[in-house]
T-cell receptor, first 114, second 112 residues
Framework: DTGVSQNPRHKITKRGQNVTFRCDPI?????LYWYRQTLGQGPEFLTY????????KSRLLSDRFSAERPKGSFSTLEIQRTEQGDSAMYLC????????????FGSGTQLSVL | QKEVEQNSGPLSVPEGAIASLNCTYS??????FFWYRQYSGKSPELIMF????GDKEDGRFTAQLNKASQYVSLLIRDSQPSDSATYLC????????????FGTGTRLQVTL
């Protein structure tokens, strides 16, 4: 069990640039979640997949954000035209459907938009 | 009103004491509740989960759930300096969503 893997660990970008993050879930987990966390706050839900289907997106999620999970394995989260307000820790988590929704988190990607 | 509410702290307890962390939730349909521990700069780590009213014990940790009062708590016995972290409470209503909703977390400081 290698756990949930996220890359990169840190990303510094200039405002207006596009960034893409990758998440590799625990291999037998069919659900994958993206959360965002800022300092002093709890993780905020962004979107989730069951296998390759994106089943829910937060109403707060801007059109600049898009996520994919091709073939139901790894997932990518892309942010287009980044803004300083996008600076946050982006957390990926996975779970197995029927496991009472126990989520296991990766180490996160810390995004800094200058 | 936030869906899951926690006192942000910090909660300071001496080493060896019992730390009591509290959480309330607004969605009466929530069925499952989780406690995550998060060290500074690290990701959340699941430490306890509870589905039924009452107490659930695991080592030094006890989770308590009272659905009538919409209240969840986490007790940490014999607190150690290594327990100093932020503790996040999360809830889920699988009837309406498949995502955990987190509180803002309570920062615990265990002093020597």
């Amino acid at each position: 069990d290698t756990g949930v893997s996220q890359n990169p660990r840190h990303k510094i970008t200039k405002r207006g640039q596009n960034v893409t993050f990758r998440c590799d879930p625990i291999s037998e987990h069919n659900r994958l979640y993206w959360y965002r966390q800022t300092l002093g706050q709890g993780p905020e839900f962004l979107t989730y997949f069951q296998n390759e289907a994106q089943l829910e997106k937060s109403r707060l999620l801007s059109d600049r954000f898009s996520a994919e999970r091709p073939k139901g394995s790894f997932s990518t989260l892309e942010i287009q035209r980044t803004e300083q307000g996008d600076s946050a820790m982006y957390l990926c988590a996975s779970s197995m459907r029927g496991s009472n929704e126990k989520l296991f988190f990766g180490s996160g990607t810390q995004l800094s938009v200058l | 009103q936030k869906e899951v509410e926690q006192n942000s702290g910090p909660l300071s307890v001496p080493e060896g004491a019992i730390a009591s962390l509290n959480c309330t939730y607004s969605d009466r349909g929530s069925q499952s509740f989780f406690w995550y521990r998060q060290y500074s700069g690290k990701s959340p780590e699941l430490i306890m989960f509870i589905y039924s009213n009452g107490d659930k014990e695991d080592g030094r940790f006890t989770a308590q759930l009272n659905k009538a009062s919409q209240y969840v708590s986490l007790l940490i016995r014999d607190s150690q300096p290594s327990d100093s972290a932020t503790y996040l409470c999360a809830a889920i209503n699988t009837g309406t969503a498949s995502k955990l909703t987190f509180g803002t977390g309570t920062r615990l400081q265990v002093t020597l």
